[in-house]
């Protein structure tokens, strides 16, 4: 599913392209899809999209007037089939795929450079409050209608919405419960619970929110610490390499998506635009890449797999030459 790096990339490009436009309906044809209902879905009919951002994994549109009670957020979750795109044509109404269509009218005046340093030049993603002005629309031009459409690939119905005015946003669980931002300033970690191990407490969103079981293959893998370790038993300067690899890990590939380059997988890569591809192509190193020789030391990295969840580390530079045995390990990535 997508994480911090992808979700990031794609609020960005998206706030450009469509703050400060109109929103004309909106839709849930996934019946399951809205988890709440007071506000209805069909309040947005007329607000202003007045922005696109994120927390943790959760995307945020941001909207206010039309039938909206004041200003008020659609709460995305994408789970691990979603995507949330944009698109110059509309759904049809055989399109299984949408779950939750905003059509949109104008807006994204803002310049496409904006979309790679954040709003307000920004580059951080904890500003709510400084989502720039509405763009201004050029007058005798109607813009043409756009689609925000939220997708869900595969055959189950996880993704879901939630509608709700900023007022209540703070103390709705679901963004109440997420802990601190992994980027691009985490805390010092010396608060991750001791007795959990490093994969299963830096994936938590509770713990820190944005890593999931990819970048959390990614961070330990550069940071050289054994996935299966017990937080408490790192010392000070673990905890800072797990650190510094946390924020060059998860800002490295935002700024490849960003600006394109080099990845650390030696693969080139043009900027994202839009329509975003359905998947990204993510500059990995390690994650799925079992059988390859680890970048640092030419070990043939190895995998632990649990229900559908599979770990890729190396036994040398993260293990000290152990491989893991399978039998006890279940029980730990359950963790
Ligand atoms: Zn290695």
């Given at each position: 599913?997508?994480?911090?790096?992808?979700?990031?990339?794609?609020?960005?490009?998206?706030?450009?392209?469509?703050?400060?436009?109109?929103?004309?309906?909106?839709?849930?044809?996934?019946?399951?899809?809205?988890?709440?209902?007071?506000?209805?879905?069909?309040?947005?009919?007329?607000?202003?999209?007045?922005?696109?951002?994120?927390r943790g994994?959760?995307?945020?549109?941001?909207?206010?007037?039309?039938?909206?009670?004041?200003?008020?957020?659609?709460?995305?979750?994408?789970?691990?089939?979603?995507?949330?795109?944009?698109?110059?044509?509309?759904?049809?109404?055989?399109?299984?795929?949408?779950?939750?269509?905003?059509?949109?009218?104008?807006?994204?005046?803002?310049?496409?450079?904006?979309?790679?340093?954040?709003p307000g030049?920004?580059?951080?993603?904890?500003?709510?409050?400084?989502?720039?002005?509405?763009?201004?629309?050029?007058?005798?031009?109607?813009?043409?209608?756009?689609?925000?459409?939220?997708?869900?690939?595969?055959?189950?119905?996880?993704?879901?919405?939630?509608?709700?005015?900023?007022?209540?946003?703070?103390?709705?669980?679901?963004?109440?419960?997420?802990?601190?931002?992994?980027?691009?300033?985490?805390?010092?970690?010396?608060?991750?619970?001791?007795?959990?191990?490093?994969?299963?407490?830096?994936?938590?969103?509770?713990?820190?929110?944005?890593?999931?079981?990819?970048?959390?293959?990614?961070?330990?893998?550069?940071?050289?610490l054994a996935?299966?370790?017990?937080?408490?038993?790192?010392?000070?300067?673990?905890?800072?390499?797990?650190?510094?690899?946390?924020?060059?890990?998860?800002?490295?590939?935002?700024?490849?998506?960003?600006?394109?380059?080099?990845?650390?997988?030696?693969?080139?890569?043009?900027?994202?635009?839009?329509?975003?591809?359905?998947?990204?192509?993510?500059?990995?190193?390690?994650?799925?890449?079992?059988?390859?020789?680890?970048?640092?030391?030419?070990?043939?990295?190895?995998?632990?797999?649990?229900?559908?969840?599979?770990?890729?580390?190396?036994?040398?530079?993260?293990?000290?030459?152990?491989?893991?045995?399978?039998?006890?390990?279940?029980?730990?990535?359950?963790?």
């Amino acid at each position: 599913m997508p994480e911090l790096p992808e979700i990031e990339a794609t609020v960005r490009l998206l706030d450009a392209a469509v703050r400060g436009g109109t929103i004309e309906s909106a839709m849930a044809p996934g019946l399951a899809t809205m988890r709440t209902f007071s506000p209805p879905l069909d309040a947005l009919k007329g607000a202003t999209l007045t922005g696109i951002d994120r927390r943790g994994k959760l995307l945020l549109v941001h909207a206010e007037g039309g039938g909206l009670p004041g200003p008020s957020t659609l709460v995305l979750h994408l789970m691990s089939a979603g995507r949330l795109q944009l698109y110059e044509k509309l759904a049809g109404p055989r399109d299984r795929t949408s779950r939750v269509l905003l059509r949109i009218r104008g807006g994204g005046a803002a310049s496409p450079a904006e979309a790679t340093t954040g709003p307000g030049g920004d580059a951080g993603p904890e500003a709510p409050d400084a989502l720039g002005a509405p763009a201004i629309a050029v007058p005798g031009t109607e813009a043409p209608l756009r689609e925000l459409r939220l997708r869900e690939f595969g055959t189950k119905q996880a993704a879901w919405g939630k509608l709700l005015p900023d007022a209540e946003l703070a103390d709705d669980d679901t963004l109440s419960t997420l802990g601190p931002e992994a980027w691009p300033d985490p805390p010092d970690l010396s608060d991750l619970p001791p007795r959990r191990t490093l994969r299963g407490a830096i994936r938590d969103q509770r713990v820190l929110a944005g890593i999931g079981r990819t970048w959390s293959d990614e961070i330990l893998w550069q940071a050289q610490l054994a996935p299966l370790r017990r937080c408490g038993d790192l010392d000070h300067a673990e905890r800072e390499r797990l650190r510094t690899a946390m924020v060059e890990k998860l800002g490295g590939a935002l700024d490849l998506y960003l600006h394109g380059g080099t990845g650390p997988d030696g693969k080139r890569r043009t900027p994202l635009a839009l329509p975003l591809p359905d998947k990204l192509p993510l500059p990995l190193q390690v994650h799925r890449r079992t059988g390859d020789p680890c970048p640092r030391d030419g070990t043939t990295l190895l995998a632990v797999h649990y229900e559908d969840d599979e770990m890729t580390y190396c036994p040398t530079c993260q293990t000290g030459g152990k491989p893991y045995k399978d039998r006890r390990l279940s029980r730990l990535l359950k963790d």
